[in-house]
Nanobody
Framework: EVQLEESGGALVQAGGSLRLSCSTS????????IGWFRQAPGKEREWVSC????????FYADSVKGRFLISKDNAKNTVYLQMNNLEPEDSAVYYC??????????????????WGQGTLVVVSS
């Protein structure tokens, strides 16, 4: 059974940092592209970042570039999203997703097969 479990969401002040984790099981983690999406109340779901089989193959939405860093630990089957200099606009439920293909179109939600339940991030001003 495929499982993706996010953790690390919290309430934080603007300018602060959080690290989200996505712990996975049930699939060949090292071969999959893992991504993060987020959705704020009343807003459309937004792609945040993705990482391919290599830690060097990573992409970011313009809204988080330079502030967020995605990484993966193949030994732990876990992906991390380090979020720095957080802004109130970053408040959302963050979802971890995975697909058994490369990082092309990794900003497209329809590309992903598996989704986690989400973790809530709230950034206060």
């Amino acid at each position: 059974e495929v499982q993706l479990e996010e953790s690390g969401g919290a309430l934080v002040q603007a300018g602060g940092s959080l690290r989200l984790s996505c712990s996975t099981s049930g699939f060949a983690f090292a071969d999959y592209t893992i991504g993060w999406f987020r959705q704020a109340p009343g807003k459309e779901r937004e792609w945040v970042s993705c990482i391919g089989s290599s830690n060097y193959n990573q992409f970011y939405a313009d809204s988080v570039k330079g502030r967020f860093l995605i990484s993966k630990d193949n030994a732990k089957n876990t992906v991390y999203l380090q979020m720095n200099n957080l802004e109130p606009e970053d408040s959302a439920v963050y979802y971890c997703v995975s697909k058994n293909s490369g990082t092309y179109d990794c900003d497209a939600s329809y590309e992903y097969t598996y989704w986690g339940q989400g973790t809530l991030v709230v950034v206060s001003s």
